[in-house]
C-alpha cells in the first residue's frame, strides 16, 4: 500500500520562505502524478501545485503562480514544494496526494480523485 509522507512545515514570517517534502513509499513513483493541496481553518481542501511523472510538466493554483514551484526527485521518491515570498494567507495544512492517472487538471484538481493521504505538514505565517 502507497503511504506518503509530507514534512517542512513551521512557523516563518511574511515574506519568508519555506520548502516542503513529499515522500511516496514504493516502486511505483515515478507513475504516479503527484499533487499538492492545502486546508485553512475552516476551508475545504484546495489544489495548489501538481507534477507530472517525469517533471516536464507543472501546474500552480492562481494564487501561487510565481511565489510557489513543485520539483520532483524519482530517484528519491521524493516530491517538493519550494514555498517564497509567503503571505499569511497561505497558513493553512498542507498534504500531498499521489496517483497514476494522466496528468490533467480533470483529475488533479480534486481531493476525491485520491485515496491515499499522509497526515499534513502545517505552514503557520505570520504578519
Known amino acids: 500500500q502507497v503511504q506518503v509522507v509530507e514534512s517542512g512545515g513551521g512557523l516563518v514570517q511574511a515574506g519568508g520562505s519555506l520548502r516542503l517534502s513529499c515522500v511516496v513509499s514504493?516502486?511505483?513513483?515515478?507513475?504516479?502524478?503527484v499533487t499538492w493541496f492545502r486546508q485553512g481553518p475552516g476551508k475545504e481542501r484546495e489544489f495548489q501545485a501538481a507534477i507530472s511523472q517525469s517533471g516536464d510538466r507543472t501546474d500552480l493554483a492562481r494564487s501561487v503562480k510565481g511565489r510557489f514551484t513543485i520539483s520532483r526527485d524519482n530517484a528519491k521518491n521524493t516530491v517538493y514544494l519550494q514555498m517564497n515570498s509567503l503571505k499569511p494567507e497561505d497558513t493553512a495544512v498542507y498534504y500531498c496526494a499521489a496517483a497514476a492517472t494522466p496528468f490533467s487538471s480533470s483529475y488533479y484538481y480534486h481531493p476525491g480523485q485520491y485515496d491515499t493521504w499522509g497526515q499534513g505538514t502545517q505552514v503557520t505565517v505570520s504578519s
Open positions: 514504493g516502486r511505483f513513483f515515478s507513475t504516479y502524478v
